[in-house]
């Protein structure tokens, strides 16, 4: 099996200016996705999209090959991740380049390690599903049979449609969320279906102590102090 790894790092970013080539514990924020996919076995090639000329240059320093520039329609806030990366698969293509899946990385998940890429590569490639990407387990007091939405009338109902709630945590089914530092799509679900996801996924469950998705400064903050605590000699 052939899979692109893409990394997408565009220039633009409103809560943490310059978040892509910012320094986190000394090394730019993409440096980190670029050792993790350049590190991982199982990803064919491994290519930076992005507008930004500055982050084309550090992605090559990094090692990474960037081999066109993103339009600048497709870097704005509102854009979604799905035409990004069919721009990426479409441009390859077009030179004779095909891939039979895609793995999403985005550089905002600086912990990731590359046996978790090898994993959900390995994981698409054993089953029958459209993707596999990572997730990690909701507390119970989040999981959707004890979870309540507000209705167009203000009364709050279940997130299942259930009318009661299932009594104790024990009776609990486990529930995951998408944890968002890798995603592999068969290519042509991504193409053809026009899916990210397609009908069939399958997920990977990976450590909490390896996984933060930094949005914002608190999030800055917390992917320091667990990169510093890795550092952090064994007594």
């Known amino acids: 099996m052939k899979v692109l790894g893409i990394i997408t790092a565009r220039g633009g970013s409103k809560e943490i200016p310059r978040k892509n080539i910012r320094l986190l514990a000394g090394k730019p924020l ?45 870097a704005r806030d509102d854009t979604p991740t799905l035409p990004v990366l069919q721009h990426s698969v479409r441009t390859l293509e077009k030179y004779g380049e095909r891939f039979d ?61 259930e009318e009661t709630p299932i009594p104790r945590r024990q009776l609990l089914p486990t529930a995951f969320h998408r944890e968002g530092s890798v995603y592999v799509t068969r290519r042509d679900v991504l193409m053809e279906g026009n899916s990210l996801y397609g009908s069939k996924v399958a997920g990977f469950l990976v450590e909490p102590s390896n996984s933060v998705n930094i949005d914002t400064m608190e999030n800055w903050d917390q992917a320091e102090r667990l990169l510093a605590s890795r550092e952090e000699p064994a007594l």
């Open 101 to 161: 899946a895609i793995c999403l990385l985005q550089p905002t998940n600086p912990l990731r390690q590359a046996g978790d890429i090898d994993a959900c590569v390995q994981l698409l490639f054993e089953s029958q599903a459209d993707c596999v990407l990572t997730v990690l387990p909701v507390p119970p007091e989040h999981n959707p049979h004890w979870v309540y939405l507000r209705d167009d009338r203000g009364y709050l109902r279940l997130s299942t449609g």
């Open 30 to 74: 993409m440096q980190y996705t670029a050792e993790a996919a350049l590190a991982a076995k199982r990803l064919t090639r491994v290519i930076l999209t992005t507008d930004d000329i500055e982050i084309a240059e550090i992605g090559r320093r990094c090692g990474i090959e960037v081999p066109f520039l993103r339009p600048a329609k497709l």
